[in-house]
């Protein structure tokens, strides 16, 4: 024990003395939170609408102020020919076009019946959907409001729907997003962080001094892992209070449990991080690997679309995803305040994860020179 | 001198792939001998140096250092040497008591006797003043003599140094030298691989590398008389041309 002393006491003086290193400890998390939990949102805030009314009634115009009071959508074009509107589509100054037929409010009254066409931008799939969920409601609203108008006061709905959110009652992005971006964020501190000091040695040639001591591999490994351990937990709180301070992000479950999982987790992170940099010989080798497993890890880790949705067999790969549990788990604590109970399998998994990742990463150290 | 050998190796064989860089060496080392493991540049040296040092493994045949097989027991042959490579392998950003104090805890030294050696050790280099001094900005003379330094510091029975004084001034050669001959005087066991033949003639035995081979082993005073030369230098010329 006392030797790894020694060795975590000279890594912490080397990172405190690198001045790169250490502003990028500070300057890391502020950045990726304040522009990312910004930036990467999913909530459609600015609609484009394109209106062809050729219908001109006050039931089309007040359909159309629906939409225009709506912070959603903004409502600033209007044709007469729906293939004009369509080259608003195919510029990208609009994204969605209704077109209401001739006869509208005539149908409506007479028949009780009428069709109004929507037509989407469906470049990004998912904001295309989005459009189309926000205006189905609009219009369902419009509906029951023309049923109630006809029908008299003492009329009520047969089923109203009332919905209530759970977990993040307000539908709010940024709480949803900012403990994604802390996953990535702990990750990368940890993993890129240990791989790299591990093959910056090799390239120098100071570990061939080490291997040449009676140092044990788990000595080595321990030492390497410890400080970046600790540089990561610290990152976490940092940017909690980050979140806490600027983006009104709930705690609702409880710390000890977060940062008991984390603890956890990060054994699997660093030991992936040992066993990259046990296996290359120089830190471009390293970088380059390590940027393939991120980069997959993270679009399949559940942070902008949810895991269950993806493919069986992209699910099943998604075994060996460690960022796919972190995501689950620290919404959970952080939204849902689930406590130990709920998520022990978590736990469980990634502890025989640690195991695995870190014997694979003490068997391929080899203090050979 | 005793009649100890420290070092023994029988029909040491390494290749890497089809090439032989070690064609089976036998020699034996006494305690506290000065051995120069010569050699051109290529000829094995280093591989030799690695294989007694427990990093790299032997192909075929027994290697013995501090009465600990190579093969099995590695670990505990690291125990009982010093090394230094011919790469400098300190911390370039750590400072010179930093880096002291690293290793003399790896070798499990007390921190109060690493305090000591620290001390003892940088007043005998005349470099106690700079102990403070991160490693980067010092010349390179300066930086092997404290490699060497880190390398004994826990006393190893044997201490193996990979062309220490490559690059290095004449004055400080000579500097280097002495704090071999005082380093023997203590009882270690000093193997040194250079390519400066002149070194040879300071050392109690050499061994003459050609070709992962070893052609010559012996006193230098005697090598020089029975080839019929008058340097080491000539007699590596005339073995290296054959």
């Not at chain 1, 409502?75 to 609009?94: H, I």
Request: proline share 3%; net charge neutral; hydrophobic share 45%.
């Amino acid at each position: 024990m006392r030797t790894i002393g020694f060795l975590i006491q000279k890594e912490f003086i080397q990172i405190f003395r690198n001045k790169t290193m250490l502003p990028l400890i500070f300057a890391l998390p502020i950045v990726q939170l304040v522009i990312l939990v910004n930036a990467a949102t999913l909530e459609m805030k600015k609609i484009d609408m394109t209106v062809v009314d050729k219908d001109m009634t006050s039931t089309s115009r007040q359909m159309i102020q629906k939409f225009d009071g709506s912070p959603f959508y903004q409502v600033d074009k209007a044709n007469f020919s729906v293939k004009k509107a369509e080259a608003d589509l195919k510029d990208n100054s609009s994204d969605i076009v209704v077109n209401i037929p001739q006869g509208f409010e005539k149908n409506l009254l007479g028949e009780k019946e009428a069709d109004v066409q929507f037509l989407i931008n469906a470049i990004n799939g998912t904001a295309a959907g989005l459009i189309n969920a926000y205006t189905t409601s609009i219009i369902s609203d419009f509906n029951d409001k023309i049923l109630v108008d006809q029908l008299g006061k003492e009329f009520e709905l047969p089923v109203e729907i009332n919905s209530r959110y759970f977990f993040n009652s307000q539908l709010d992005y940024n709480i949803y997003m900012l403990p994604g971006i802390l996953v990535i964020l702990v990750t990368i501190i940890g993993m890129f962080l240990t791989a790299l000091n591990i093959v910056r040695e090799k390239e120098l040639g100071t570990i061939e001094q080490l291997n040449v001591t009676p140092i044990q591999k788990y000595q080595f490994i321990i030492r390497k892992m410890i400080p970046f351990m600790i540089i990561a937990l610290f990152e976490l709180a940092f940017g909690l209070v980050i979140g806490h301070l600027f983006f009104n992000l709930p705690m609702e479950g409880s710390y000890a449990v977060l940062f008991l999982f984390t603890l956890i987790y990060l054994l699997v992170a660093l030991g992936f991080g040992l066993f990259l940099s046990a296996i290359s010989n120089s830190q471009q080798q390293v970088m380059f690997v390590m940027f393939f497993f991120m980069l997959t890890f993270i679009l399949m880790s559940g942070i902008f679309t949810p895991t269950e949705s993806m493919p069986d067999w992209a699910q099943t790969i998604n075994v060996i995803n460690p960022f796919m549990y972190f995501m689950k788990v620290i919404r959970m604590i952080i939204l849902k305040g689930s406590g130990l109970a709920d998520i022990q399998h978590e736990i469980f998994s990634m502890l025989i994860y640690a195991v695995i990742i870190l014997s694979l990463a003490i068997w391929r150290y080899r203090k050979v020179a | 001198m005793t009649n100890e050998n420290i070092i023994e190796v029988e029909n040491l064989v390494k290749k890497f792939g089809k090439f032989t860089a070690n064609d089976r060496l036998t020699f034996q080392v006494k305690k506290g001998e000065i051995l120069g493991f010569l050699g051109a540049n290529g000829a094995g040296k280093t591989t030799a140096i690695k294989i007694l040092c427990g990093i790299s493994a032997p192909t075929s045949g027994k290697v013995s250092v501090a009465g600990f097989d190579a093969v099995k027991h590695p670990e505990k042959i690291k125990q009982n040497i010093g090394y230094m490579s011919q790469k400098f392998s300190l911390y370039d950003d750590l400072t010179i008591r930093e880096n002291f104090r690293l290793f003399g805890g790896i070798y499990g030294l007390s921190r109060k006797s690493i305090r000591q050696r620290t001390e003892e050790l940088l007043k005998r280099l005349e470099l106690y003043e700079y102990r403070n001094r991160i490693l980067e900005a010092l010349p390179l003379g300066w930086k092997q003599k404290l490699a060497f330094s880190v390398a004994i510091m826990h006393h190893p029975q044997v201490v193996f140094l990979d062309e220490p004084t490559s690059g290095v001034d004449p004055v400080t050669r000579r500097q280097f030298w002495e704090l071999i001959y005082e380093a023997s005087e203590e009882g270690k066991t000093i193997f040194v691989t250079t390519h400066y033949m002149d070194e040879a003639e300071y050392c109690d035995t050499v061994s003459m590398m050609v070709a992962g081979q070893i052609r010559a082993f012996g006193e230098p005073r005697e090598l020089k008389t029975e080839y019929g030369v008058k340097s080491v230098n000539d007699l590596f010329i005339k073995l290296a041309r054959n």
